[in-house]
């Protein structure tokens, strides 16, 4: 089994830009997919951008251009790297693993004020 744990959220203006990272334990020669979700209040959880174990990267439209994610296989680590952000990226952002099974981590919560 696959535990994650993300860290690097907070609050910022609009314009800024912040670091999210997601590390790995357990049964990680299992992992295949990675990916950032993101989830307000009401509504359901969407995907943000997902990485393949070999690096193939996939975004959400709003976030094209903006956001970019990548791994580090040998850590077990995801990261990804919001610039430019927007209030309308304000939301609980989750790291999501495909390995075994799928497993969430807690959540890290991102707030853009105007």
């Known amino acids: 089994q696959v535990q994650v744990a993300e860290s690097g959220g907070g609050s910022v203006q609009a314009g800024g830009s912040l670091r999210l990272s997601c590390a790995a334990s357990g049964s990680t020669f299992s992992i295949n997919a990675m990916g950032w979700y993101r989830q307000v209040p009401g509504e359901q959880r969407d995907l943000v951008a997902s990485i393949s174990r070999r690096g193939s990267t996939n975004y959400a439209d709003a976030v094209k251009g903006r956001f970019t994610i990548s791994r580090d296989n040998a850590k077990n680590a995801l990261y990804l790297q919001m610039n430019s952000l927007k209030p309308e990226d304000t939301g609980v952002y989750y790291c999501?693993?495909?390995?075994?099974?799928?497993?969430w981590g807690q959540g890290t919560q991102v707030t853009v004020s105007p």
């Open positions: 999501g693993v495909l390995g075994l099974g799928f497993t």
